[in-house]
């Protein structure tokens, strides 16, 4: 079927890993008998969970499409992860929604994935949630409607209400319509309210009664003169609230039994807001700074990149939403964002890992094409006669970082275009090589993040690596002024080696670099022989004076020497000003520099003591502390990188999840003496090792 964009609702899924997003989406298909087998997480066969990670492990991974059609609507559910380790799939999928449904378990109530689903989903017309897993033993329906109230605010409201619970789950009772549901064998039957829910069905009916009239100031005096609304308008202020975030819907019911599953979809198509209700992608015109704004009304072509992914065997897949106009296959879009004409072929929905072709996809919807060739998530694509660029989606920065390795030199040749493909995909994953300590780093939003990227590395593109803590590019200079002979004498039998200079090395300001001052007088070093002592004291900076770290921030005076008229060279020369560091190093006051960065982290107030003193105990220097505006706090400190290198994990221990953190690198500093002499006998160990 064809569907406009009144018609469309496109919801992303989030909540708690475990709450059963991708049941209820796989439960919510076979209703609508998108699918006909309903398929199970644990058995690896669910639709949406496809991919062999996700299957491997259990868990959603990557944020998988999942359409069906529901009367005259269609309902693009979009499955999203629930560890915070892939919530920069979230972040992707709520850009293009405009409803967020978040999960919660009914035994767990309102846990870390809810609170950060609400907060990632802050940019959705609509935050509505779904307490699953009514079935389970201790479920407490009005427990977790209460928490969610106490967590989220008063328009938190209910639509619908369980009849019975745990195994004596039979049934829902719709709010909206005051009307009962029970389930037998998978079969739905229309039902009376039980007696003995009768009143707390009131209850929830009025607290709803009073937010849809809210929602409508001719509702509101109608509600103080009579009380009441009529059913038509309950829906229609419900609709209002709903679609302008008055309302927070609650819907409740079990994923696994089927509970709860065609009112929700009745509601969702009822309720929810569609595309053409939305206010609208803010961006600008191309090649301009004038801001411009399209919706499902504005005729011109335009599309947002979302989700990419990459397989060596089917190509490039590219997610994306209809702004505005009507995507085509066999077409041309323009790419605004890299300026670039794609050329596109077959046009798809998805289903899972389903594609169907379509010859168009309307305003609103959202599909996919494959092998675009410079196209990656967050791009816009447009019309080139009409072109716009979207304000990109907002992406949480890499925090966890690895240094890897190629098992083999056929590994390393495929390892750097392997990389590519998947930073391509995955707009949250970084890579780069260490100008410093020469080793290839991965980074991503925590280890489990990391360990999949490696994990894909093989599995995709048949690339093996090793990985380690990378290491901590310290530097090494000195504090005192000090001069030195450097000689380099050495004969041989025939002509010999011979050069002779004095230097006098001092301490500069931090930054400052390397320093050469040529203050020889008289000849007593000729002229050609001067670039090589400096260049041998470079060479010999560059071995280090402690732990073979590289010498910064030092000034070099030559002010004597001397040289024979046969024997000298710039080899000679350049011997001799590495010497001339080299015998200066003791009387220098040589000391390790290690870099500070600067950390923000924010967290709720009930963890900011343990926070606090986990910096300390990593050497931190608190710069301050001040409340964000979202009711958390953010903490700024100095800390050095070496303590910092494992923070996306112990900040997730410390605040149970709930706490986030970027760093950027600030100066260096000198290393206190414990942690010298730990570093110097680090050091020599790998240099056994290697040895």
Request: charged share 25%.
């Amino acid at each position: 079927m064809k569907h406009t964009a009144e018609a469309i609702r496109n919801v992303a899924l989030v909540g708690q890993r475990g709450s059963g997003k991708t049941s209820l989406a796989e439960m919510l298909l076979y209703t609508a008998k998108a699918i006909d087998r309903l398929g199970r997480v644990d058995d690896g066969t669910s639709t949406c969970d496809f991919d062999a990670d996700e299957i491997q492990r259990k868990m959603t991974i990557s944020t998988a499409i999942a359409p069906l059609e529901w009367g005259d609507s269609k309902i693009n559910l979009l499955d999203t992860p629930g560890y915070s380790d892939f919530v920069g799939d979230v972040a992707g999928a709520v850009a293009v929604s405009e409803a967020a449904l978040i999960v919660l378990d009914a035994v767990g109530g309102v846990e870390v994935g809810t609170e950060v689903g609400w907060d990632l989903a802050e940019k959705c017309m609509t935050r509505a949630f779904f307490i699953n897993k009514m079935d389970r033993e201790n479920a407490d329906y009005l427990s977790t409607l209460d928490s969610l109230r106490n967590r989220f605010g008063n328009h938190v409201v209910a639509l619908t209400m369980p009849i019975g619970s745990e195994d004596a789950l039979e049934g829902i009772v719709d709010l909206v319509h005051m009307k009962a549901y029970t389930w037998s064998s998978g079969k739905m039957t229309e039902a009376s309210i039980p007696a003995e829910l009768q009143s707390q069905a009131d209850e929830l009916r009025e607290a709803l009664v009073e937010a849809a009239a809210e929602a409508n100031d001719a509702f509101i005096e109608k509600y103080f003169n009579d009380g009441t609304l009529s059913d038509e308008e309950i829906v229609e202020g419900a609709h209002a609230g709903i679609k302008s975030g008055i309302i927070s819907p609650v819907f409740c019911g079990s994923s696994a039994r089927g509970i709860g599953a065609e009112p929700l979809l009745n509601l969702i198509a009822e309720e929810f807001p569609s595309p053409a209700e939305a206010p609208g992608r803010e961006g600008r015109k191309a090649g301009s700074d004038s801001a411009e704004k399209r919706d499902v009304s504005s005729p011109e072509f335009s599309a947002l990149v979302f989700k990419s992914t990459a397989d060596p065997y089917v190509g490039k897949l590219t997610y994306f939403k209809v702004v505005s106009g009507t995507a085509r296959s066999d077409s041309h879009m323009w790419n605004s964002t890299r300026e670039h004409d794609e050329r596109v072929g077959q046009l798809y929905f998805l289903k899972g890992k389903q594609q169907q072709p379509t010859p168009e996809i309307a305003p609103g919807d959202i599909g996919a094409v494959a092998k675009l060739q410079n196209t990656v998530t967050g791009d816009t694509l447009c019309d080139r006669n009409s072109a716009v660029v979207f304000s990109p989606i907002e992406f949480p920065e890499p925090v966890y970082s690895v240094a890897i390795t190629a098992k083999s030199k056929a590994d390393e040749d495929k390892l750097g275009p392997a990389l590519g493909k998947l930073a391509e995909e995955d707009p949250t994953f970084r890579y780069h090589r260490d100008p410093e300590t020469g080793e290839t780093l991965i980074s991503g939003l925590g280890d489990t993040h990391v360990d999949i990227i490696i994990d894909r590395l093989k599995r995709k593109f048949g690339v093996q690596v090793d990985s380690a803590i990378p290491s901590i590019p310290y530097r090494e200079t000195i504090l005192a002024s000090a001069k030195a002979q450097g000689r380099h004498k050495k004969q041989t039998g025939g002509r010999g080696q011979f050069g002779d200079c004095w230097v006098e090395f001092e301490p500069v300001e931090r930054g400052a670099g390397f320093q050469f001052v040529d203050a020889v007088v008289g000849g007593a070093i000729p002229r050609q022989y001067i670039p090589a002592v400096e260049k041998g004291i470079r060479e010999s900076m560059e071995r280090g004076l402690l732990a073979g770290y590289p010498v910064v921030d030092v000034r070099a005076r030559v002010y004597d020497g001397s040289f024979h008229p046969v024997d000298s060279s710039e080899m000679a020369f350049k011997m001799a000003g590495a010497a001339a560091l080299h015998n200066a190093a003791e009387k220098a006051s040589p000391v390790i520099l290690e870099p500070i960065v600067t950390a923000e982290i924010r967290v709720p107030d009930e963890y900011m003591g343990d926070v606090i003193g986990d910096l300390n105990g990593k050497r931190g220097r608190i710069l301050g502390m001040e409340p964000d505006g979202s009711g958390k706090q953010l903490v700024k400190a100095q800390v050095p990188l070496a303590e910092m290198q494992r923070y996306a994990i112990d900040l997730k221990s410390i605040a149970h999840g709930r706490g986030t953190f970027r760093i950027q690198p600030s100066h260096y500093e000198e290393v206190p003496p414990v942690q010298t002499k730990e570093i110097i006998e680090h050091k020599k160990r790998e240099h056994h090792v290697e040895e």
